[in-house]
């Protein structure tokens, strides 16, 4: 399992992609069970407004959790 982090395995960006095929509609922080692991989404600002203030796109990962 790994940290929250803005980099990921290629391991993860897998997952990632077939969590978000299974769950195309998933909330922040949802918990979903995958090939007996449990996984929460999570969204991370990747851009913001020139002041700082607000975001203007976000991304998002699906994270290993106990």
């Known amino acids: ?3 929250y982090k803005n980099q990921s395995t290629p391991e993860e960006k897998e997952i990632s992609r077939a969590l ?5 509609k ?9 090939e007996s692991r449990r996984y929460q ?17 976000w991304g998002h990962r699906w994270v290993a959790v106990k």
């Open 20 to 24: 978000d095929e299974l769950y195309p």
């Open 41 to 57: 989404l999570r969204y991370f600002p990747i851009e913001k407004t020139a002041d700082g203030e607000k975001v203007k796109e």
């Open 1 to 3: 399992m790994s940290n």
């Open 26 to 34: 998933a909330k922040s922080r949802t918990i979903v069970e995958y």
